[in-house]
Nanobody, 127 residues
Framework: QVQLVESGGGLVQPGGSLRLSCAAS????????IGWFRQAPGKEREGLSC????????YYADSVKGRFSISRDNAKNTVYLQMNSLKAEDTAVYYC????????????????????RGKGTLVTVSS
């Protein structure tokens, strides 16, 4: 049984940082791409970043480029999303999802095309 479990969310002040984790079981991340998505109240789900399984290529949405960084620890079978310079508009539920092998060219809109999806972790940016 495949599971993706997000953790690391919480309350942070504007300008602060958080690192989210996506721990996978039932799949080996060397062969799976992981995407991070988020959904804020009343807004559509947004693709943030993706890391390919084959070569670790990374991709970012313009909204987070330069502030967020995705990485993978194969030994822990976990993908991370380091989030810096957080803003109030980053408040959302953050999800990770897996698709076989590489990030699709349209990864940022691929939520429903992903093979497996986590249940999310809440990030609140507020003073």
């Amino acid at each position: 049984q495949v599971q993706l479990v997000e953790s690391g969310g919480g309350l942070v002040q504007p300008g602060g940082s958080l690192r989210l984790s996506c721990a996978a079981s039932g799949i080996i991340l060397d062969y799976w791409a992981i995407g991070w998505f988020r959904q804020a109240p009343g807004k559509e789900r947004e693709g943030l970043s993706c890391i390919s399984g084959s070569d670790g290529s990374t991709y970012y949405a313009d909204s987070v480029k330069g502030r967020f960084s995705i990485s993978r620890d194969n030994a822990k079978n976990t993908v991370y999303l380091q989030m810096n310079s957080l803003k109030a508009e980053d408040t959302a539920v953050y999800y990770c999802a897996a698709v076989y092998f590489n990030c699709p060219s349209i990864w940022y809109t691929y939520w429903y095309g992903m093979d497996y999806r986590g249940k999310g972790t809440l990030v609140t940016v507020s003073s």
